[in-house]
């Protein structure tokens, strides 16, 4: 069976201190964090170049196809105009199944 026995040390509380910091330190020196999961990640935003560049048009050209509805609805934060990432990667993936589709016909 187990015997359990307990030991007494005296440490000073500097020592003490030292010697939990070192601890943490060298866990942290191994540790890597997980991935996260998709669930946890808050979707990501676009500027209205980023999202231009990704389309490959001109901000103009953007600015057209908002107004006629032709890409995901912009969100303002903080007064700045916005795209949701994962929205516009749909819409370009829709656009080439689309392509794919035409060519094959």
Same mark, same amino acid.
């Given at each position: 069976m187990f015997s359990q026995q307990t030991l007494l040390v005296s440490v000073d509380t500097d020592t003490l201190a030292k010697m939990m910091r070192d601890?943490?330190?060298?866990?942290?020196?191994?540790? @890597?964090? /997980? /991935? /996260?999961? /998709?669930? +946890?990640?808050l979707p990501e935003y676009?500027? %209205?170049?980023?999202?231009? !560049?990704?389309?490959?048009?001109? $901000?103009m050209t953007l600015y057209e196809w908002d107004k006629k509805r032709l890409i995901p609805q !912009?969100? @303002? $934060?903080?007064?700045?105009? %916005?795209?949701? %990432? +994962?929205?516009?990667?749909? @819409? $370009?993936? @829709?656009?080439?199944?689309? !392509?794919?589709k035409k060519q094959s016909a």
């Open positions: 601890a943490v330190r060298a866990e942290l020196a191994t540790y @890597t964090p /997980p /991935p /996260p999961s /998709p669930k +946890d990640v676009l500027t %209205r170049h980023e999202t231009a !560049k990704l389309y490959r048009i001109s $901000l !912009k969100v @303002t $934060l903080n007064g700045r105009v %916005r795209y949701r %990432r +994962d929205e516009i990667l749909a @819409t $370009l993936e @829709t656009a080439k199944q689309l !392509k794919h």
